[in-house]
């Protein structure tokens, strides 16, 4: 079932809603582009009580 949630773009700083894929597990790891600037962000999300919390980090 997915998820919204969000992450803070590690290139341009801008907000960008995501749908994360519960049933993906509690740790998950994917590439998605900022909405705004294109960069390719490296998404670190974990399940944290009771939502899910990403951490963005540019993809190298």
Do not use: H
């Amino acid at each position: 079932m997915p998820s919204e949630a969000g992450f803070q773009c590690a290139g341009c700083g801008e907000w960008n809603e995501t749908v994360v894929d519960e049933s993906a597990g509690k740790r998950q790891s994917y590439v998605e582009d900022c909405q705004v600037c294109c960069k390719p962000n490296l998404l670190v999300i974990s399940w944290n009580g009771g939502r899910f919390v990403i951490r963005a980090e540019l993809e190298s």
